[in-house]
């Protein structure tokens, strides 16, 4: 079985949108499928289409987060090692060019939002970050060229 890594705020987020899909979402499509066929005709019928296109998202999505959430595997930060970077880890990088500093958290694939600070471990960054140490650097080919950061600390 899959194990996914996710931070637990990761995993209280797939949680609510879960219980907002099967509490709210669900039965409000119900109710306009219901009221589209109360309209006569379903062939010509664009709301009913509409309507069960609707539904079609919200089960698949309904199934997805129930596989993430019952394959998760909550990663506790406050017990990660500090020597390395590891999933779920906050990083302070320096960008060797130009001395900026960026703080970045390693995060799963559906918690990442780079406008928050969170990277997926599967993205290019990310893959090249993990199992780095302090003081090491860290080499990045980008569609914009190459570029070359050190991992000032693991906060």
Avoid: W
């Amino acid at each position: 079985m899959e194990r996914i890594p996710i931070t637990r705020q990761g995993y209280q987020k797939l949680k609510k949108e879960l219980e907002h899909l099967k509490s709210v979402e669900r039965p409000k499509v119900i109710k306009a499928i219901e009221e589209a066929r109360s309209h006569g005709d379903l062939s010509e019928n664009a709301e009913y289409d509409a309507a069960k296109e609707r539904q079609a998202f919200i089960e698949g999505r309904v199934s997805e987060l129930g596989y993430k959430l019952g394959n998760a595997e909550i990663i506790d930060v406050h017990n990660l090692p500090k020597d390395r970077a590891v999933f779920a880890c906050t990083v302070v990088l320096e960008n060797i060019d130009t001395g900026e500093d960026v703080e970045y958290q390693l995060v799963g694939p559906e918690e990442s939002n780079i406008e928050k600070g969170r990277i997926s471990v599967t993205s290019p960054l990310g893959k090249a970050i993990l199992g780095k140490k302090p003081g090491e650097e860290i080499v990045l080919n980008a569609p914009a060229g190459k570029r070359v950061y050190e991992l000032v600390e693991i906060v």
